[in-house]
């Protein structure tokens, strides 16, 4: 089967690939890219695992094709934070206690993302509507919710800027 050439932004950093015309996503980021935070759980699109944010979308990388990315923004768990600092969103989940094994985890933080991103100051019932698609068998989403909350005021502050930083 021939390979597509694609060229995409991950994580703030422009890369190149040769891919199979029907290579998941979630293949592609762990396998290609080696990037191992994008979790996958059912492989169906049910779990929320493999949550990425694809041009600031969450979207489920385990029902895309990596050549659907082509001239696309990635950003993975990975590209959160920077160098030695968590991102305000992962040190509200932290501090709030919204991650117990962390499978859940990378695609909670992608759907955060996404929300505080279109609605920075969420209620309770628009948090719920924005994680309903990802299954979390640990906390039973109270700190989940607690902690997109205060990572929703986090990003508030004025001294806070929003930046996907390249690993």
Avoid at 119 to 134: H, K, Q
Wanted: hydrophobic share 40%.
């Amino acid at each position: 089967m021939e390979k597509i050439a694609v060229t995409l932004t991950v994580n703030g950093r422009e890369r190149q690939a040769l891919v199979p015309p029907r290579m998941l996503l979630s293949d592609f980021i762990r396998q290609e890219l080696a990037l191992p935070g994008t979790h996958v759980g059912c492989e169906h699109g049910v779990c929320g695992s493999c949550n990425v944010l694809v041009d600031g979308a969450a979207v489920r990388s385990c029902l895309m094709f990596a050549v659907q990315l082509d001239g696309a923004n990635l950003t993975t768990v990975e590209g959160f934070g920077g160098a030695g600092e968590l991102h305000p969103i992962q040190q509200a989940f932290w501090e709030e206690h919204g991650l117990q094994c962390g499978f859940c985890t990378p695609g909670m933080l992608a759907a955060a993302s996404e929300l505080l991103a279109r609605t920075p100051d969420p209620t309770d019932a628009e948090i719920r509507e924005a994680i309903a698609g990802n299954l979390c068998r640990c906390t039973g989403y109270e700190y989940i919710i607690n902690a997109i909350r205060a990572a929703g005021s986090k990003l508030r502050a004025p001294e806070v800027e929003i930046t996907a930083e390249p690993v």
